[in-house]
């Protein structure tokens, strides 16, 4: 998937690339000024690498992320997440559901489902960085 990741506020913006196979991903997102960010797992180990806080290994929170979306998405009838529906919008051109899913750790994210194939179209979150939190779609 390719995109554009915006931070409100800060008039920041930049192309975004996820590449994903199984439960292996790769993401890098190219801000200009600040510089690439980018993030992988490989199904066992998980890590980042930026021009703010160099290279890291975060494997035990994309364990907690992997779980959310594994029990949100492929089991989203689980009663285990706490989510509810918030009515129904309009996503380029197509009419979806927004639905909010809470993991057991961390903030809610919203799905929005296309209400004829009831396949993702966007994700939202709020997501905690270094330069604060911000805003963050996925399409």
């Not at 021009?51 to 929170?61: C, F, I, M, P, W």
């Not at 089991?75 to 197509?94: H, M, N, Y």
Request: charged share 25%; hydrophobic share 35%.
């Amino acid at each position: 998937m390719t995109g554009t990741v915006e931070m409100a506020g800060h008039n920041i913006s930049g192309p975004v690339a996820l590449y994903q196979e199984g439960n292996k991903s790769y993401t890098v997102i190219d801000i200009p000024g600040i510089g690439k960010v980018e993030e992988g797992f490989d199904g066992e180990t998980a890590w980042e690498m930026n021009a703010l806080q160099g290279a890291a290994s975060k494997t035990a929170r994309r364990r907690r992320h992997r779980a959310f979306l594994e029990d949100s998405m492929l089991s989203s009838c689980a009663t285990t997440i706490p989510r509810q529906t918030l009515g129904s919008e309009d996503v380029e051109g197509k009419s979806t559901w927004k639905v909010e899913m809470t993991p057991k750790e961390g903030k809610p994210e919203v799905f929005y489902f296309d209400k004829n194939t009831m396949l993702l179209v966007r994700t939202t979150a709020t997501i905690a960085t270094a330069l604060g939190e911000i805003p963050w779609t996925r399409r």
